[in-house]
């Protein structure tokens, strides 16, 4: 009785998997949205009956998108596939939200390096490379056409924007984590409303003021500070992890800073509006954001919240 109930479950899932892949892959604006959806029946026949026959659904899954689709489109079953399975096993074990979303974003980060390897290796299609230049082609362009009308920029700023551009497809794995992180978050926050209303126990967010990050990640950083020290060539590899680890550190470092800023906030009583207000300005004035992150390494050598 069990086992037909799971393969009815299964087939109802495949149906829904099925329809929303169907849109997202011919359907322009809901599409995009029905793609964000793509996990949610991974996730539920996850936390109702285990990890073993979600493996199961997932790979009917996979031969159902390439009957849709073509072979190209399994990479997006997969990542999707892979993700709603991950994170339904971990909401089914009740653990934190946050561990959940972290998690996920490692999910959906290997995901889309192991599409990039493959675009690159197989395909011969670099869309990284190929974005940039096309950047930098309409730069050129630009500029003659600024020259041609006797408004020539200075070459203080030609070499600027040259540089942003270089920079640019220097950051592709902190712009890879941005995105996974991204797309994770929005992924289980469009599904976990569904769940609630099948009954399934997706718990709660703990209060972001409580959120801190293990104290192995500031050594990680410090290591990364004095890496940067070392004067390695541009554009070598040393050069790229040491740059890309200290921005996402840094970006670590901002998130425990505010972390410990809403901590203080709620300890002395100040309204949420204004302490929602001052996140907003610290998000669009880099000074400030640094601070919050030194905020953050002080709280995370220090433990600033038992002093408060």
């Not at 906030?265 to 669009?284: Q, S």
């Amino acid at each position: 009785m069990r086992k037909t109930h799971a393969l009815t479950e299964a087939a109802i899932e495949l149906a829904l998997f099925a329809v929303l892949f169907l849109m997202a892959l011919y359907v322009p604006v809901i599409g995009f949205v029905a793609a964000l959806f793509l996990a949610l029946p991974f996730m539920v026949f996850t936390m109702r009956h285990g990890l073993a026959p979600a493996w199961l659904l997932l790979v009917a899954a996979l031969v159902v998108s390439s009957l849709i689709g073509s072979f190209l489109s399994l990479p997006m079953a997969l990542m999707f596939g892979t993700v709603g399975i991950t994170v339904g096993a971990m909401l089914a074990k009740q653990k934190n939200r946050y561990l959940i979303w972290l998690v996920g974003a490692l999910v959906f980060l290997a995901n889309i390096v192991l599409n990039y390897i493959i675009s690159i290796q197989f395909f011969q299609v670099d869309m990284i490379r190929d974005t940039l230049g096309l950047v930098r082609e309409s730069f050129d362009t630009a500029m003659r056409m600024m020259e041609a009308m006797g408004q020539k920029p200075p070459a203080e700023m030609q070499k600027q924007l040259e540089q942003g551009i270089e920079l640019i497809g220097y950051m592709v794995p902190t712009l890879f984590v941005i995105a996974a992180l991204a797309l994770a978050y929005v992924t289980i926050m469009v599904s976990l409303p569904i769940m609630k209303r099948l009954k399934l126990p997706v718990g709660t967010w703990p209060p972001f003021r409580e959120l801190s990050l293990p104290k192995s990640v500031l050594w990680i950083y410090i290591m990364v500070l004095v890496l940067s020290m070392f004067p390695f060539a541009e554009g070598t590899f040393p050069y790229i992890a040491v740059l890309n680890l200290s921005y996402v550190l840094q970006l670590a470092m901002a998130v425990q800073g505010f972390s410990f800023l809403y901590y203080a906030a709620y300890k002395k009583g100040i309204a949420k509006g204004v302490v929602i207000a001052g996140t907003v300005v610290c998000l669009f004035l880099p000074f400030l954001l640094y601070l919050v992150a030194i905020f953050g390494i002080i709280d995370l050598g220090f433990d600033l919240r038992r002093r408060i």
